[in-house]
């Protein structure tokens, strides 16, 4: 069985890089975590969220799972929300998809995936309820990036309907929440809804009462 040697050669090649660049920066990572964004992400090894948009270890809290969903009965997804906005205190939430999503694709179609057919499900949801943005005329790949972008405003809309964000917007807390898509054939991001930010942004029946 192999030993994997060549990530650790890797790694203390990385460590020394970024100590040539800042010699204190492990002593200083090690001493404290204060991100100002928290990423949800899709697990796709293609898209690093880090190297995205440029930030080093300890500048973005990060979730990650098949096409960037965010589950209301996901114990996962809610924890690392919970603790990124109520501990931490970070002030963006940025949820990101990407274009050409394989979980997407798996959506769209038909074949059973095994366990991952009930977390898909959630996806399927989003085609269903959007089917008539699907025009007969649209490519297979039209259709695949159509249902990545509606799936990003949809699980935009999940995160600011718990009561986690709504509680931190009641105390005064200073915290958006963002959707972009991300472009794997050429490097860039694009933002897909508008900034939320406030209670009032959010339709009448998604609103909970306040924490008492």
Not at 8 to 34: C, G, H, M, V, Y
Request: aromatic share 8%; net charge negative.
């Amino acid at each position: 069985m192999s030993e994997l040697g060549f990530l650790f050669e890797n790694n203390t090649r990385w460590a020394e890089e970024i100590k040539a660049e800042d010699p204190e920066f492990f002593k200083k990572l090690a001493s404290q975590q204060s991100p100002q964004f928290l990423w949800i992400g899709c697990s796709d090894s293609r898209v690093p969220a880090n190297e995205i948009v440029g930030l080093l270890p300890g500048e973005l809290f990060v979730h990650r799972n098949i096409a960037n969903a965010v589950v209301h009965t996901d114990l996962n997804c809610l924890s690392v929300l919970y603790y990124a906005v109520s501990v931490l205190k970070i002030k963006h939430i940025i949820v990101c998809g990407h274009y050409g999503c394989g979980g997407i694709q798996a959506a769209l179609g038909d074949k059973q995936m095994g366990l991952a057919d009930h977390w898909l499900r959630n996806i399927r949801d989003i085609y269903y309820n959007k089917r008539e943005q699907f025009e007969d005329s649209l490519s297979e790949r039209d259709r695949v990036n159509l249902l990545c972008e509606l799936n990003v405003a949809q699980q935009v809309a999940n995160v600011t309907h718990t009561s986690i964000v709504q509680n931190a917007w009641d105390q005064g807390q200073d915290l958006s929440v963002h959707g972009w898509i991300y472009d794997i054939g050429d490097g860039l991001l694009k933002k897909l809804t508008p900034v939320i930010d406030t209670l009032d942004k959010i339709p009448e029946q998604y609103r909970v009462r306040k924490q008492l």
